[in-house]
């Protein structure tokens, strides 16, 4: 590989790690986007060849996650109009 002779010894895979934290994230995050924009189970689970049950299974921890710890936690769901631009927030 390129440069290879400045990496030291498991390099390639601790950053193939630290990007597979990050896809699987950023993954996670549009799920719960598409479950509050009322997305089904099933166009969900297809680009991960997923049935509706098994993408249920796979991402309904993080949708519970995100409804249940952020409602009171996060101030963009808990006062959404104080945060648009342009809003009085009345």
């Known amino acids: 590989m390129l440069a290879e002779d400045l990496a030291?010894?498991?390099d390639y895979a601790r950053?193939?790690?630290t990007l597979e934290n990050t896809l699987s994230t950023l993954i996670d995050a549009a799920i719960v986007?598409?479950?509050a924009r009322g997305t089904s189970w099933e166009q969900i689970g297809k680009p991960f060849f997923?049935?509706?049950a098994g993408a249920e299974k796979r991402w309904s921890d993080a949708v519970e996650r995100w409804n249940?710890?952020?409602r009171a936690t996060n101030i963009y769901i808990r006062?959404?109009?104080q945060h648009?631009?342009?809003s009085t927030g009345s």
Do not use: C, N
Request: proline share 10%; aromatic share 0%; hydrophobic share 35%.
């Open 68 to 70: 249940s710890e952020t």
């Open 50 to 52: 997923l049935d509706a």
């Open 79 to 81: 006062e959404p109009q």
């Open 33 to 35: 986007a598409e479950r």
């Open 8 to 10: 030291v010894a498991g």
């Open 15 to 17: 950053r193939a790690r």
């Open 84 to 86: 648009v631009p342009g």
